[in-house]
């Protein structure tokens, strides 16, 4: 406040001064915003890896049992892989189980990771050939993103099935507000890029920059922040665990057709 008052201070009419006075109070308050976004950044960025350790150290444990129990056996390796991979990517036990549900999330999940693709220009520099490459099919896919979500969203609020858990909800919320407003601004309220990424590579870096100006870009980026602590860690460990499901499957098959 009374650096504030100092500065209006250097100007003659009182015009200037209230003008000063207000430009002063905006800078403070965004400066405040930028620290605090800044901190709950490294404060998900920590979440993010603590959650996702304790969730490794638990599979491992799981995995190590399993390994000490009666052997089992011989399994088929390349073939378990292939239909992991088939499993994986095109989401098969859902397209057996739920073809309306499987269109969408297979475009959701498909779109999803094109947007995040798009998106690592901003942490890397210079950026790789690919990324660069990927960018228009990254626009598209965030249109597409944000459409599917919503199509999944409702097949399951009205479907009489419980797919999903309420912390499902929010998390789906938060990925919809997150496209949302990732949409907003890319056709109505465009931040500065330049300052966008000078941000986050400060965030990477350890050397935080100023926040880029833009309401839509601190509510885009604070729903982020918000996501990443809740984020499903399951998917992190879901391609071993569906590796090791096969081949327990393969090894069923092959003792039930020896007997």
Do not use: C
Not at 51 to 80: F, T
Not at 193 to 217: E, I, Q, W, Y
């Amino acid at each position: 406040m009374g650096q504030d008052v100092s500065q209006a201070s250097h100007f003659s009419s009182p015009l200037q001064r209230i003008a000063a006075l207000i430009i002063g109070r905006i800078y403070g308050r965004v400066k405040t915003m930028t620290m605090i976004l800044i901190a709950i950044a490294y404060l998900a960025y920590a979440a993010f890896w603590v959650r996702l350790s304790l969730h490794a150290v638990v599979w491992l444990r799981a995995a190590r049992q399993q390994a000490a129990g009666p052997a089992a056996a011989p399994g088929k390796p390349l073939h378990a892989f292939a239909m992991t991979l088939i499993d994986l990517l095109l989401f098969r036990r859902l397209f057996a189980s739920n073809k309306p549900l499987w269109l969408g999330s297979w475009a959701f999940h498909t779109a999803f990771f094109i947007v995040i693709l798009r998106h690592l220009r901003y942490f890397l520099e210079p950026v790789p050939d690919f990324i660069v490459q990927v960018q228009p099919f990254g626009v598209f896919a965030g249109y597409l993103m944000a459409f599917s979500l919503a199509y999944v969203i409702f097949l399951r609020a009205v479907t009489k099935t419980k797919y999903v858990s309420y912390q499902n909800y929010l998390i789906l919320g938060l990925v919809f507000l997150i496209s949302a407003t990732g949409l907003l601004m890319r056709n109505y309220f465009p931040p500065d890029l330049v300052d966008v990424k000078s941000f986050v590579m400060g965030l990477v870096a350890m050397r935080p920059a100023p926040l880029p100006a833009g309401f839509f870009f601190s509510l885009h980026f604070f729903f982020v922040l918000l996501l990443v602590p809740f984020l499903p860690f399951h998917l992190f460990t879901a391609p071993f665990v569906a590796f090791e499901a096969r081949k327990r499957e393969f090894r069923l098959d092959k003792v039930m057709h020896d007997r």
